[in-house]
């Protein structure tokens, strides 16, 4: 399953507005990242076109199987990773920080020695 970056952070967006609310539009992606609305309207069409999400008549965005599964795994990572550097001292911002740039690149390998390590504290 390979995607890109930039992609993996627009679908770890829609994963996390459509737990704060019932309904999840291109504008709350705009908000929530900081981009622009053509921005977010091109990457929504290439989402969508990719079969990661689906868009109704309405505008609302809903994460399809494959899209889900991606947003779920770099949302797990990215709550554990912030979770662990701020467990060693790091402060909020800079784990937070942190973790969301190196939530993308981390090996599965890396990933899952971390998790088990956490889970054994």
Known sequence: ???QE?????LESIH????????VRS?????????????????MKNLKAEDYID????GYITLKEKGLAIAEKIYERHR?????????GV???TAEDDACRIEHVISDETFNRIKEQISHR
Request: net charge negative; glycine share 2%; hydrophobic share 40%.
């Open 80 to 88: 554990l990773l912030t979770a662990y550097f701020v467990s060693i």
């Open 16 to 23: 996390v507005l459509s737990q704060e609310k019932e309904n």
């Open 1 to 3: 399953m390979n995607i």
């Open 55 to 58: 868009i109704d008549e309405n």
């Open 27 to 43: 504008i709350d992606v705009c908000h929530k990242m900081g981009f622009s609305k053509p921005s977010v309207s091109r990457a």
């Open 6 to 10: 930039s992609a993996e952070m627009y």
């Open 91 to 93: 402060s909020d911002q």
